[in-house]
Structures are given as C-alpha cells and as structure tokens.
C-alpha cells in the first residue's frame, strides 16, 4: 500500500500523421495528493483526461512534464511490471486461452512464485470474489459480472500497492451493475488498499468514493469529499455534472440587493453587481408558491420515477426541470415554480460559484 | 424472273461445296524464316487448282510438339502430315502412329537426298519418312576475334585460350557442355559409341571416358568454356562478342542480329588421333500419320514437300539446310557461306539413335556429364553410375509384346467414377427421403441450385482424380494398357532403385525445413509490422508481398539465372563480402543445390505466413497485452503466454496448407536444381513427372500415376493427423 502524488503532471500527445500541428493536450496540469488507502474516484466526461491520467500512474503513459511518485519512488520512465500495482480494465482484458485459475494465477507465475503460494493465494482471492467454482472454467464460459470479478480476483492477488480500476462497470447491464459496484465497496472495505477508480458515471463517484475529483479538458475541476462537492460544487461545470437530474441553470443580473430574470425576482442576494448564473436542483425546484418564485413553467413532460415525479418544460425562454410535490400537472398546463433560499447555487459570468 | 434468283441462290453454296477440296493438316514447329519459307510454299500450292486438296498449317511450339503427336494420333486426332526431327521416330514407329511408305514412294526419288539424311528415317528396315532438312552442330567463330579457324583440337584449345579472360567475362568457346547432345561430338570424335556390336546400349567405355576428361579439361583445366550454359546464353554471348567461338547449329544464324560478323566452319580434328569430332545429325523429316483418313493425298502432299521445288525455296527463303543435294547448286557459297559450311558438316556426324531405347539414354548421360563437369566424380564413376541407370530403366523396355487382356480401361474408369457417384446420389436421396415434407423442398431447390457446380466438380475433379487412381494399376507401353494390378506400387515401394525411400525423406526434410522458415521468417516480419509506430507500413506490406504475387515459376527461373557460377549474382555478391565462390556451382553438390531450392522457395513461401501472422496479430486486443504488462511480464513471456496461444487457431491451417504446398513444389525444384546433382534434390512430385516423361517406353504414366496416388496417400494422411490434433488444440481452447 503507498501514497500516489501527482506534481505538476501535464500529458500531451503528438500526432505522428501531423507532424507540424501543435500536441493535443490531454492532461493539461494535474497537482494531486492521494493517501495511503484512500480511495480516489476521478469523474468526468470523455475526453476529460481521467484515464490518462489512471494511465499514467500505471506506466502505460509516461507525463510529458512533471513528477509522479507512488509511495516515496518517483516512477517517471518505469516500467509498469515494476511499479507493482493492478489494473481492472473496462474490457476485462482476460487472457481467453487459459483458465479463470492460470488467469489470476499469472501475475504471480511470470514473477516465479512457487507454485504452493501460488495456490493458496488464487484459492483465498477466489474465495473472496465468489469465484471457487467457476476456477476451472475458461472466459468464455462466464457471464459479464463474473469475467469483473475474474479481472478483480488478478489484481488483488499480487496484493499491490495500488488498485487501478478503469471504468470497470461500464460494460455491464444496470442490474448488474449494482452488485458489482456493492461488491466493489465490500472489497473495500475489506483490502483497505489504495485505489483510483475512473468512471464517467456521477453515481459510482458518489456511492464509491472518499473523495472525489471531477476533471474536464484536462484540469481538475474541483475535489473533495461527495457530498461536499454535491452541496457546494466550485464551478458551474461540477454543478452540471454531479446530481441526477441536472441542475437547472437561469440567468440573472444582481443589483447588490437582489437578483432579476426573465419573469422572476429574486430578494436578498448580496453580490457584487453585474452578470449572474443562478443554479437550481430540479429537487429544490418546486411546484407551487411556497418560497422564492421563479416564474411559470409551461410543462411539456411529466416523468414518474416512482418515488419521486418531476416535471419538465420551459421557464424563461429555456429548458427546466421542477418536482412535483402535490396534483401532477397536465402537459401543456401552465404552473408556478418557487425555490428556497437555501436551493440556490449563484455563479459569476466566468461560472465560479459566489456566497450569497 | 425470281425462281431463277432463288436456283442461283441455291446453286451457289452446292456448287461451293462441290469446289471445297479435301484439307491435308500439316503440323509443324518451324519459326522465323523457315515458316515464312513454309508458308509461302504451302500459299502458293493452295492456289494451284489442280491439287486435288489444300493443305491447312498448324504451328506448334517444339516441346509441345512431341507430346501432341503421341498423345492425339493413338486416340484418332492429329494432323495429316507433319514435320519433326527423327530421333523421336522409333517409338513413334513401335506405337503405330507412322505409315511405311515402302511401295508409297518411287525408290528412285529417294536418291535425290543425302543418302546420310535417309538412313536415319529408316527403323528395323522399314522407311518411315520423307527427309526434309538436316541439322547438326558446326564450329560457329567471330571473324573479328579469329582470323584463321583452328582446324585441330588443339589448335582450338590455343586460339580459346587467347581468348578467354575471367575478369571480363570472355569466353574463347562456348557450348551446351552439360547436355549429352552437344557433347556426343567429342564422344564420337574419340571413337566411342553408345551402343556395342550386340545393339545394346554401353557407355562405361575408354573412348567416352576419355571425351569426357576432354570435356573436363576444357571447362575446369584450360578454363576455356563456360559452366552451366543454355541455348540462349551461347546465342547471347555470340552476339556481345563475350565468346569467340561456339559449337552449336543453325539456328542460332537466325537468332543473331545481322550486323554480328560470324563465320561456320567444320569442327576440328581431335589432335592425336585421326578421327574428326563428329556431332549429331538431326534429319528433319516430314511424316505420314498411319491413322488419318486421306493416306493418298497425304502421301502426295508429303512427296511434294520433300521434292525439289519446295526444296528450293526452303533453302533459298527459309535459309535451311535441305536434304535435297540438287538445290545447292542453285545457291552459289558466296551468298550462303554459312549455310554452305554446315553442309560440308554433314559428312562427318552421325545421326542420332532413333531406337526407343535411345530416349532413356539422355537423362543419365546428362547426369554423368554434370558429375564430371563439376569435378564431383570422375568420369570412369561417372559412366559407371549411368550404365547402371540405363541398364535398369532399359530392361522396362524391352516389353514382350503380348497383347494385354484389357484394352478397355477408360471404360472401366468410367464405370467406376459413374457407380461412384450413383452411390453418391443414392445416399443423398435416402437422407432426403428421411427428412421432412417441408424441408424435403427446401434441400431440393438447395440441390437444384448447386447442381451445375456439383457437375462441374464432378467432371474437373472427381472424374480426372478416379481416372488418376485407376491408371495406376495399369502399365503403358505406346498407347498400350496392360492391366498389372499392384505391379506398379510394388515396384515403387520396393525401392527397385532405392530411390523411393530417398525421395520420400528428402522430401519431408524439405517441407519441415521450409515451413519452419517460412513461419519464422513471415511471424518475425508480422511482428515487425504490427507496431502503429512504423513509418510507412503499408509500403513495407506492399513490398513484401511481392515474391508471392510473382508466378512461381518467373520466379524459380531469376532464381536459377542468379546461381549461375561464373555470371549469377548470388557467387557475385557473396564473393564481394568475402567468400570464396567465385565459379561455384551451386547445382554440383547435394547440400548447395537443396540450399539453392530452399533460399528460392523461402524467398516465395514467407509472404504468405507473414500475411496470415499479420491478421492474427490485429485481431489481438492490445489490452491483453496492457493487462500483462502490468503483471509483470517481459516481452518476451508476452510472446509466449499472449501472443503464440493467440496466433495458433490461424496458424494452424496456415502450416497445413503451407506445408502441403512446399511438398509438391514442382516448379522451384524443377526449375532452379533440376533434381541435380543426379536426382539428389528430387522431390516426390518432380520424380513422378519424369516417370510420365523421361522414362519408359513411350512415357510411363501408369508408374507416374502410381507414385501420384502414393503422394495423395501421404498428405492425406498428414491432412487426417493434423486435422486431429487441432482438433483436441480447438477443445483445448475452448
């Protein structure tokens, strides 16, 4: 188990076609601290430089600048045989040829382990994954979830000093998904190991994560414990990409006092005047007059998700998503939307979140 | 008025049909002059009216020739007449394909030809052709580098010498030296003879020993003549001015380019004795096909080809030495000095042996010569080898001629392949009878529309495989068919010469030694291939899929003119780094020449590993590799555990067929070793070609179909086991 630090990490690729165009920046900076045992989850879109970056600490990249230390080694240039950590691939990356057993079991043989140990650490990995009986099997054999658990079952039995995960669910259907990712956290729980996980899913990173890092083009864009960047997301960017469903955007302009847009009014707002974005979760986005009013809405669609029904539409000239609390309005009814204070989220006109 | 236009509408044709005069075919395999020659005389007796027949040409290539006539006259096809040299006439004559044309002809008008020229077309008495022209080698020299002709061996060698420089390339003589033909003039010139008093065949004599150490001295002592020489290369060499002097025959005055300044003169006398060399005649002579159907005309129109008009003009235009001795005075020696000379030729040659057993007489004797020339035996071993040969191929020979039982054997052929597919059909319509009402018509229109290509298989492939099988049990002598059973596969597997079991393991060590390279070689470059960071790669792929796109046998034949000794590329080339080859004869040794066929078939098989390795290897996710990477694993335990498992599944039908290929790789061997030295490179394919055509009487195909059918055994045998263990490699797999 080790620390993995990120200083002044920045990553480009050249284009080998194109000789004379500019490197395209994949990474654009990256200063990073992970603990010993923590587990990180980097969240963003594609092409954001997550998995570069999980790349990088694995040596299947090399940063272009800056140091990458696993532990207290600086391990810029080595191999990635050397640097003894594990990786769980999106594609499983089973060998098809061999056994689930020679699949776990190769890491250790290609280091010459003595067949012994061999055995009783593939034996006590399987047992953990729930995979004992299917050891003989080849991958061809398995199901989706179980090939996960194959490739997991690879990494924790070098017992490493980091877990790499690479969007391991994606290719997995919803419902398994689900047990996957629960069985990911009771690994987790148990193995107490350091692990960096890349998802583009905003759910794993807040169910999996102790700490949170949302990267777009390149740059971290905030980080910190999930409910942390959930209630108080840095920019408008980690607004829109953490909470389902998406935040609701407005625009405003503040008067020191207050806040006007398009058909609605908004009272005790003290920033400083000029151009404003104001935030709303369809969650704090209610139907009715109870708080701030935000003007009407008129309803399009009305989703019912079961535990909870949300209805959407346009409010002032854009699209806009507010709950149902009481009657479901009709499609095509006009309906009043109010927030409360608390449900605001304010930012600038560069998108950098303001206290009100 | 209009019943009289319809009788002349009528009348027309009938009265074109009653003119169309009956056609005589003439076949023949005259080029350049001597066709123009031919032509222009068979045009103008076209038009002469009161010929009671036209005579229609074909022009066929020599080689192909031969086997044309002795394949097509037996069946009832084939020309009228045609026009051939003489040596082939003995087996011609014994498989009743010529007519006899004693009391055909008048006696007196055979003695407007050569009397040398006649006796050759007579076989166990009996006249079988009309001579035509004669052919035999002379000395051919350039005036520009030899003033005064040699007149004695010696004399030669001297003048040779003068002319000879290693560095440059000149040669003061050049000759075919390695084939028996060309060197029978020294063979005669010493007093030797293939055949003895008795008629049967001897060549382990003093006098051709003693030619033989002649022949050596003039290409390994006195250096004076290159080795591994062929027709176009003594032309070649001519032409450059490269060679001083030459033996060979007329043609090459047609090939040499106007402006060379040649002169022919007779060939020396062999110093110390009081013999002159004395080379192969050919009489070309026009033939009579006993089976046609018009032996009348045809008789006339051979007589009227032989006499003395045509002759005429066939010395005159077609610029050949004629057979008729009374048109060379027509022809002053100023305006054909060299045509002139080789007639002065004529009275010292001697015609080559037209008795069947002459034909198994060449291959040997070509082999001995190579032995010799290359300074591998000497030339008493060497006689004594081919002696041994002969006296084994020659005793098949000599067939009783009893009448076989079983004349009608395609018929039997037939039977069986027809019974075959009968029985066929039979069990496709039980497994149809069982299946289903509905999906009884759904396999009905699947046969239906896979009929014409079943029929096609059937008659392209089935038939001419049964047929293949069948002919083995059977022994060919001109045409002939006795039924011997297993006599065939007996004889072979015997090991009557030993040479069977040879061959056999030759040819498995070839095919193992190949496919191994191949692998390795096309694996190594796919692998090289397959990294994105290489420049240009799609150049690399292009290039180097070029000896695969090339044919075969273009490719065997660079090959081949790339080993030549004193004037390849390869000797060349290695003797630039370093190595000692300048003059090596690659073909001399067994371990060279099988090196030779291996590096020309290497260079044709690895393309096709590497395109099949190169597909395989993209079809290899990278993130297996990533994933072993991050185990811990070295390039090379990737190699092992990721890339090799992954490549089998298409490896494997790529090595069998690979390796079946390279087991019946005729062309690049051939082409390139020939099977020398003495048939040491032969693989099983190139013996049982030269079963079906250098040896036996008229060609033994049953033999050659035998051995066919052992190799088909063979592979598959080999096909069956590989298939199996791929087989448990598939479940292993899995």
Known sequence: MASISFKGVAKSFADPAKKHAAPKVVVARLDLEIADGEFVVLVGPSGCGKSTTLRM??????????????????????????????????????????????NIAFGLRVRKMADPEVQTRVKEAADILGLTELLHRKPNQLSGGQRQRVAMGRAIVRQPKAFLFDEPLSNLDAKLRGEVRAQIA??????????????????????????????????????????EVYRKPANRFVAGFLGTPTMNFLSAKADGVGAKGQGFKLDNIRVPPGDLTVGIRPQQAVIGDDGQGLGDMDVEVVERLGAETYALGQLGGVHFTARVLGAEPAPGARVPVNVQNEGLHLFDSRGVRLEA | ?????????????????????????????????????????????????????????????????????????????????FIFAHDTMGDWAEAGILLPLEGKVEPTFLKHFFPQTVEPLLYRQQLYALPLAF???????????????????????????????????????????????????????FGGSIFNSEGRVDVNT??????????????????????????????????????????????????????????????????????????????????????????????????WLADEHSALVRLKVGRQPVAYESAWESLPRADA?????????????????????????????????????????????????????????????????????????????????????????????????????????ITRLAYLYSFPALIAMAVLTFVPFLIGIGMGF??????????????????????????????????????????????????????????????????????????????????????????????????????????????????????????????????????????????????????????????????????????????????????LLGSVWTFNQFNVVYLVSGGQPDGKTDLLVTDAFRWAFERGPGGAFGMSAAYSTLIFLILLGYTLFLNRMTGSLDKALE
């Open chain 2, 135 to 189: 052919k035999s080698t002379a000395l051919v020299y350039r005036t520009d580098l030899i003033k005064t002709p040699p007149t004695t061996t010696d004399e030669m060698i001297t003048l040779a010498k003068a002319n000879t420089n290693a560095e440059t390339g000149k040669y003061g003589l050049v000759y075919e030296n390695a084939l028996f033909y060309f060197h029978a003039t020294w063979l005669f010139g």
């Open chain 2, 474 to 655: 059977f022994r060919h002598t001109y045409g002939r068919w006795d039924f011997v059973g297993l006599a065939n596969y007996r004889d072979l597997l015997s090991g009557a010469d030993g040479r069977f079991f040879y061959t056999l393991t030759h040819t498995f060590v070839w095919t193992i030694i190949n496919v191994a390279l191949h692998v390795s070689i096309g694996l190594a470059l796919a692998l090289l291939l397959n990294r994105p960071s290489l420049r240009g790669r799609t150049i690399y792929r292009v290039l180097l899929i070029i000896p695969w796109a090339v044919p075969s046998y273009i490719t065997a034949l660079i090959w081949k003119g790339m080993f030549h000794p004193e004037l390849g590329a390869v000797n060349e080339v290695l003797a630039r780094v370093g190595f000692n080859t300048k003059g090596m004869s690659w073909m001399a040794d067994a371990l060279t020449a099988f090196s030779a066929n291996l590096i020309t078939n290497t260079w044709l098989g690895f393309p096709f590993m590497m395109v099949v390795s190169l597909g395989a290897l993209q079809s290899i996710s990278p993130d297996l590799y990533e994933a072993a990477r991050l185990d811990g694993a070295s390039k090379w335990q990737q190699f092992r555990h990721i890339t090799l498992p992954l490549l089998r599944p298409a490896l494997v039908p790529a090595v």
């Open chain 2, 1 to 81: 008025m209009r019943r009289l236009w319809l009788l002349a509408l009528l009348l027309i044709p009938t009265l074109a049909m009653a003119q169309e005069r009956p056609k005589i075919v003439l076949w023949h395999a005259y080029r350049g002059s001597e066709r123009q020659a031919l032509e222009q005389l068979v045009t103008e007796r076209n038009q002469d009216t009161k010929v009671p027949y036209t005579i229609e040409l074909l022009s066929i290539p020599y080689d192909a020739l031969v086997d044309k006539i002795t394949a097509a006259v037996p069946r009832g096809r084939g020309p009228d007449i």
């Open chain 2, 206 to 303: 003093a006098p051709i020993a003693q030619s033989l150490k002649f022949a050596a001295r003039l290409a390994l002592t006195e250096k004076v003549v290159p080795q591994e020489v062929n027709g176009s290369l003594v032309t070649a060499l001519l032409q450059q001015g490269q060679a001083a002097m030459a033996i060979t025959g007329p043609w090459v005055l047609a090939d040499l380019e106007a402006n060379v300044p040649i002169a022919v003169v007779p060939l020396p006398m062999i110093s110390g004795t009081q013999n002159r060399a004395r080379p192969f005649m050919t009489s070309e002579a026009v033939y009579v096909n006993a089976k046609g159907t018009r032996i009348p005309l045809a008789v006339d129109a051979a007589q």
């Open chain 1, 186 to 227: 009771r690994l987790r729980r148990k193995l107490n190991t350091t692990t960096v996980y890349v998802t583009h899913d905003q759910v794993e990173a807040m169910t999996l994560a102790d700490r949170v890092v949302v990267m777009n083009d390149g740059y971290v864009q905030q980080m910190g414990a999930p409910m």
């Open chain 2, 337 to 441: 000095p060299a045509l002139h000379a080789f007639k002065d030729q004529l009275k010292d040659t001697f015609p080559t042996p037209n008795t069947p057993a002459m034909k198994s007489v060449w291959s040997p004797m070509d082999n001995a010569l190579n032995l010799v020339l290359h300074g591998s035996a000497t030339p008493e071993e060497a006689l004594k080898e081919a002696q041994g040969k002969l006296e084994n191929v020659i005793a098949k020979v000599d067939v009783p001629k009893e009448e076989g039982p079983f004349t009608g054997f395609y018929l039997l052929m037939t039977f069986l392949g027809a019974a075959t597919l009968i029985w066929g059909f039979g069990q496709v319509q039980g497994a149809r009878a069982s299946a289903h009402l509905y999906e009884g018509r």
């Open chain 1, 57 to 102: 600490i694995a040596g299947l990249e090399e940063p272009t600048s800056g140091e990458l230390f696993i532990g207290n080694t600086r391990v810029n240039g080595m191999q990635p045989g050397d640097r003894d950590v594990a990786m769980v691939f999106q594609s499983y990356a089973l060998y098809p040829h061999m056994s689930v057993f020679e």
